[in-house]
């Protein structure tokens, strides 16, 4: 099997234009995802998460376009590629699961029709065997009395029945890369981890790739082998779950761990990131985070710091760790 990465994401750069100006929703962001690795990509709202998702399956609202950059899919660049040729990438090669599963499934439609419509429209099952493929799927993702609920309408399922049916659509054509967008936002915990478990399980069957997109750490620590901390549309740190949860290295990815529930603290008080998100529209000369950061130093707020590289498996982009490394501070690696 070949050790090049399936997913190649180089220099990304996502705008939306508008009558006040850009908004630049992705700042050049890189990353890569191997066979059967799960990437995890973590960040509060408006970090530029889900928009790397729609860039990469080129499914952006209007106006945003991609003005630069590369999206590496087994050596082919999905960003150079027409839209027909799209059409024959997503869906069976790298599916998605949205954010909101009743929004994403057309309320006028039965489960069972629109199920196999996706299986009809990227497979050469005809309709008979469409429909055996999407009874084989909603029994694959944990869907009880998969008959039934194949003649039924959305509305007429759960949360997180609704869920599973947005999984069953989204790897019915068993894809190398899945995508999964906030897959358990809205769901209470019991269903969470259903979902999450069911998810692992099909990875393992199927050995497809994920793209876990998600402001959860709990979901991301359980789910991922790498994680990559968005913010501002840029990666501000990235390495794998124990680097970043262990030894976390930019100061939003601290002020995220600082801002987790701990059950053995007791009546510990939760510590909130201060400030507001940064504007995208203007976007400061230096680090994005200087303003929120209690540490911020005058270089932090003129220019923008490089990834430093920490150790084999972490880089991060803080000009704390280049002034550690410059006063033989202690490094890890």
Not at 1 to 16: A, C, D, E, G, K
Not at 88 to 114: C, E, W
Not at 206 to 227: F, K, P, R
Request: charged share 25%; with cysteine; net charge neutral.
């Amino acid at each position: 099997m070949s050790q090049s990465p399936l997913l190649q994401v180089r220099n990304l750069h996502t705008i939306f234009p508008t009558e006040s100006g850009e908004v630049r929703a992705v700042n050049g962001i890189n990353f890569s995802l191997a066979r059967g690795k799960v990437l995890g990509i973590v960040g509060e709202s408006g970090s530029g998460k889900s928009v790397t998702a729609y860039s990469i399956l080129r499914i952006l609202d209007n106006p945003g376009k991609i003005t630069q950059g590369s999206v590496l899919f087994e050596e082919e660049d999905l960003v150079r590629l027409s839209p027909g040729e799209m059409r024959h990438v997503r869906g069976a090669k790298i599916s998605i699961i949205f954010q909101d599963p009743m929004t994403s499934l057309n309320p006028v439609y039965t489960v069972g029709n629109q199920l196999s419509e996706a299986i009809r429209l990227h497979t050469r099952r005809n309709r008979q065997q469409a429909r055996a493929r999407a009874l084989e799927m909603l029994t694959l993702v944990g869907v009880n009395e998969p008959e039934k609920r194949l003649k039924q309408y959305p509305y007429q399922l759960s949360g997180g029945m609704r869920q599973r049916v947005m999984i069953a659509m989204a790897l019915a054509c068993e894809p190398d890369i899945l995508i999964a967008d906030e897959p358990t936002t809205a769901l209470d915990v019991t269903i969470q981890a259903q979902i999450l478990e069911l998810m692992q399980d099909l990875k393992e069957k199927l050995g497809m790739a994920i793209i876990m997109i998600t402001h959860d750490l709990g979901v991301i620590a359980e789910m991922c082998d790498e994680i990559i901390v968005m913010y501002a549309g840029r990666v501000c740190e990235r390495g794998t779950a124990e680097e970043i949860f262990y030894n976390p290295r930019h100061e939003y990815t601290k002020g995220l761990l600082r801002s987790i529930p701990k059950l053995e603290t007791g009546k510990g008080r939760l510590m909130p990131i201060g400030g507001s998100p940064v504007d995208l529209l203007n976007l400061p000369e230096g680090c994005a985070f200087a303003a929120r950061c209690d540490s911020a130093m005058k270089i932090c707020l003129r220019e923008q710091p490089e990834e430093l590289r920490i150790n084999e498996h972490h880089l991060a982009s803080c000009w704390l760790n280049v002034k550690n490394q410059m006063e033989g501070g202690q490094e890890h690696g």
